[in-house]
């Protein structure tokens, strides 16, 4: 079965500083990953998501991720973090075909906080 | 025009009462979930539909009930609800079935068990 890690709980940035977010994943196969985002008392957007192809994927927001199967990683980046960043951010790994096996299975989130 | 809608966004009940909360897409999308986020966060899958047939059921207990009388709604009836009950339950939708369809969530109703 698949699982994500997010190693950090709560990360506190300044704004204007760049920020990297950590996820990593389980699976045996080829997985679909995704980045989630969820502003206090609301539901998850979708920030960003990788299926194939270029490893490194732009996003909303400014937001940037790459995959690297080696490492097992999907690390969400910004090169500048805006106070409106602060969420909390879930990374997600897809897996199974598109019948009833197919789930989306989140990792435990990290906190960001952002200082002015 | 709110993409999915889940009412209510607030319940508080007392232990043992029947409760729902229903949801509501107007996407056009054949896929729906309903999703457990307990205290600490974390994100877990309860049930999907598709076009209102049930496609996964990952071992909830069966107090846990959902209906989808169409493909754009899916409600969740809890019976004999207990402490542990307590959580935001999202619901999300998705156009397609499988792993590149993108969730889209509503805003989650709060459910506190006293």
């Known amino acids: 079965a698949q699982s994500v890690t997010q190693p950090d709980i709560h990360i506190t940035v300044s704004e204007g500083a760049s920020l990297e977010l950590r996820c990593n994943y389980s699976?045996?196969?080829?997985?679909?990953l995704f980045w989630y985002v969820q502003s206090p008392g609301q539901g998850l957007q979708l920030l960003l998501k990788?299926?194939?192809?270029?490893?490194l994927v732009q996003g909303i927001k400014g937001f940037e991720a790459e995959f690297k199967r080696s490492q097992s990683s999907f690390n969400l980046r910004k090169p500048s973090v805006h106070w409106s960043d602060a969420a909390e951010y879930f990374c997600?790994?897809?897996?199974?075909?598109?019948?009833?096996?197919?789930?989306?299975?989140f990792g435990k989130g990290t906190l960001l906080t952002v200082n002015p | 025009d709110t993409a999915v809608s889940q009412t209510p966004k607030y319940l508080v009940t007392q232990m043992g009462n029947d409760k729902s909360i229903k949801c509501e897409q107007n996407?056009?999308?054949?896929?729906m979930y309903w999703y457990k986020q307990d205290s600490k966060k974390f994100l877990k899958i309860m049930f999907s539909?598709?076009?209102?047939?049930?496609?996964i059921n990952e071992t909830v207990p069966n107090r846990f009930s959902p209906k989808s009388p169409d493909k754009a709604h899916l409600n969740l009836h809890i019976n004999s609800l207990e402490l542990g009950d307590s959580a935001v339950y999202f619901c999300?939708?998705?156009?397609?079935?499988?792993?590149?369809?993108?969730?889209?969530f509503g805003e989650g109703s709060r459910l506190t068990v006293l």
């Open positions: 996407l056009g999308h054949d896929t």
């Open positions: 999300a939708s998705s156009q397609v079935r499988g792993p590149t369809g993108e969730l889209f």
């Open positions: 990788y299926f194939s192809g270029d490893t």
């Open positions: 699976y045996g196969a080829t997985p679909y």
């Open positions: 997600a790994v897809g897996a199974g075909s598109g019948g009833s096996n197919y789930k989306l299975t």
């Open positions: 539909y598709n076009n209102k047939e049930l496609i």
